[in-house]
């Protein structure tokens, strides 16, 4: 008999960290083992690639308090849905909850939980006291998070090679020559990703040769602090044409593969950063601040460089280290595409089974 496991999701895209994990968790999924049911506050462009795979989902909405008995409607709506489809465990695949409805029905059903952590949370929302197990996406987040007692434990970020595999050169498109070195910022463009770092960064290179790409979404300035709109990036720019701005890419795999160098300058404590395992994926060399989650995925000198946030002259260093040297560049992509294969594609998806089983029984 598959156990049933039920994902509540934030969003139905995979343009996000914690969408872009849980898609290549389905995907990676034992399914002899385990029936993935998937919960959608919205519909969203991931369902059809669930279609395909096979993968059940409801566009279910959000069921946080908003009256008593709007309140009471919610958890019996919950209650019937888990009973109906036989859930095994609920996976919360984020810590933005309050008092989710959900979390309620699951208590008196007696279905164990899973809340996944995808950042810090050092003031957790009460309901967390009702997860049977807090599940961090690396060391550092479990350490600088409140749990209320509740057991944490870690599971890695997963990746999925094969998309990063399944490329087509895209250098043409944009303009950009074969014999061109190409240095690109993939990330929310906002301050602290170091956008602006990375822009100083390249008006400091004078190689002509040398192209930077960014690749991002510039988020709503009113809801998200410090985001840059595209006219604060234009003027960021200014006139120099080598500095390139390609929106968000749904086919970020193929601003991997015409990119030579990553750079991740994030200047807070990022509690894992997909970008570094994607980076691996491609084979591509990246330097990123020694932050967060960050030192438990880049090996210093082997994979990639770490800096400490702000220190421009080193990331200098090392960029020109880079393009200076293609021999580097392949002998650190190829070692970031080894330790991803190892402990960043199926690992993190079978320690997270086995949490599963300890559960569930």
């Known amino acids: 008999m598959k156990k049933v496991i039920c994902y509540v999701a934030t969003s139905a895209g995979d343009w996000g960290g914690a969408s872009r994990y849980l898609f290549v968790t ?32 409801h566009v279910w ?110 250098r043409p498109e944009l303009g950009i020559d074969e014999s061109d070195i190409v240095i690109s910022f993939i990330e929310q463009i906002r301050e602290i990703k170091g956008i602006d770092t990375f822009i100083d960064l ?6 002509p040769n040398t192209k930077f790409l960014i690749a991002g979404n510039c988020r709503d300035k009113q809801r998200f602090k410090g985001s840059y709109s595209e006219v604060d990036l234009e003027n960021e720019i200014a ?29 807070w404590e990022e509690p894992f950063g997909l970008i570094n395992i994607e980076a691996g994926a491609a084979k591509r060399p990246i330097i990123a601040t020694r932050s967060g989650g960050i030192p438990e995925i880049i090996r210093d000198g082997e994979n990639g460089y770490l800096v400490d946030k702000n220190d421009t002259i080193k990331l200098l260093q090392y960029t020109m280290a880079l393009i200076n040297d293609p021999q580097l560049r392949t002998r650190m992509g190829a070692r970031g595409r080894e330790i991803v294969e190892t402990e960043f594609v199926d690992e993190p998806v079978r320690t997270l089974e086995r949490y599963y089983d300890e559960l569930t029984g």
């Open 239 to 267: 006139d120099d044409k080598r500095i390139r701005y390609v929106g968000h890419r749904s086919d970020i795999e193929n601003i991997y593969r015409a990119s030579d160098v990553i750079i991740m300058p994030s200047r």
């Open 61 to 170: 909405g959000e069921h946080e308090p908003n009256g008593y008995l709007k309140y009471a409607a919610n958890i019996l709506k919950s209650v019937k849905f888990f009973a109906k489809h036989k859930v095994d465990l609920i996976h919360f695949n984020h810590v933005g909850y309050w008092r989710p409805a959900e979390m309620i029905a699951a208590k008196l059903l007696r279905i164990p939980v899973i809340t996944h952590l995808h950042r810090c949370v050092p003031e957790p929302p009460p309901f967390i006291k009702y997860s049977s197990l807090v599940v961090a996406n690396s060391q550092f987040t479990a350490n600088h998070s409140d749990t209320m007692g509740v057991s944490k434990k870690v599971a890695y970020c997963s990746v999925d090679p094969e998309r990063y595999d399944a490329t087509h050169d895209i």
């Open 202 to 207: 390249a008006k400091n290179i004078a190689q």
């Open 26 to 57: 389905l995907k990676k999924l034992n399914r002899e083992k385990y029936e993935p049911i998937v919960l959608f506050p919205a519909e969203g462009p991931i369902f059809p690639q669930l279609d395909q795979m096979g993968i059940r989902y």
